[in-house]
């Protein structure tokens, strides 16, 4: 079974629209939950990451939302760009410095100009 | 500083085939993971080495893969024989030992196709 649900599949933005992408999880025990951008040719690589104590992560245009009772979490990509077009995976890891990643399925984000 | 490195990039090969995939972590990182992405899914994993040892290969799909890490350095992941099933995209990833959430560092993958 999945633990980690991750929608949209894909995801079409204007330049300088909001991008929002939600993911949903299981296990309580998760306590880690990064997000992944994964561009053509390349691996993921880390682009923001929250713990559950924290409602909110901002890094730049990049925000985290998170809702500990719901059990879910979202990406928000403010003043989406074109250079922003990848491929987005949220994440959750249990406690520890080097346990494995639980990836969601992936979203396709395309900023059209 | 040289990220993770991953070869081949690409391997089309016969079902019954054998490859075998190799990852060369960050240097210094003594964590190496084994993921793989099967097209439109999530990236799963499926096993992870604390230096040479491994220490979780719960996600290993069945007894025909076989993941090695002699030394310490690089790995590498053998499927004997390919089936069809195990095509994708295979993942490296490495991370530091000490400290708490460390971060992966992902290679660019090796597409595995079988035919």
């Known amino acids: 079974q999945q633990q980690v649900k991750q929608s949209p599949q894909s995801l079409i933005v204007q330049k300088g629209g909001i991008s929002i992408i939600n993911c949903a999880y299981e296990?309580?025990?998760?306590?880690?939950f990064p997000w992944y951008q994964q561009f053509p040719g390349k691996g993921p690589a880390l682009l923001i990451a929250i713990r559950p104590d924290v409602s909110e992560k901002k890094e730049g245009r990049f925000t985290i939302s998170f809702n500990k009772s719901a059990k879910q979490f979202s990406l928000h990509i403010m003043d989406s760009q074109p250079g922003d077009s990848a491929t987005y995976f949220c994440a959750a890891s249990r406690p520890g410095g080097y346990q494995k990643v639980t990836f969601g399925t992936g979203t396709k984000l395309q900023v059209i100009p | 500083e040289a990220g993770v490195t991953q070869f081949p990039s690409h391997s089309v090969i016969e079902k019954g085939q054998t490859v075998t995939l190799r990852c060369d972590p960050i240097s210094g990182h003594d964590n190496l993971y084994w993921y793989r992405r099967v097209m439109g899914k999530e990236i799963k994993f499926l096993l992870h080495?604390?230096?040479?040892?491994?220490?979780?290969e719960s996600g290993m799909p069945n007894n025909r893969f076989l993941a090695e890490r002699t030394g310490g350095t690089y790995s590498t992941l053998k499927v004997q024989p390919a089936e069809l099933e195990d095509s994708g995209v295979y993942f490296c990833?490495?991370?530091?030992?000490?400290?708490?959430?460390?971060?992966?560092?992902f290679g660019p993958g090796t597409r595995l196709t079988v035919l």
């Open positions: 990833a490495s991370s530091q030992l000490a400290g708490s959430y460390n971060e992966q560092f």
């Open positions: 080495f604390v230096k040479e040892s491994k220490q979780d």
């Open positions: 296990n309580t025990a998760f306590d880690y």
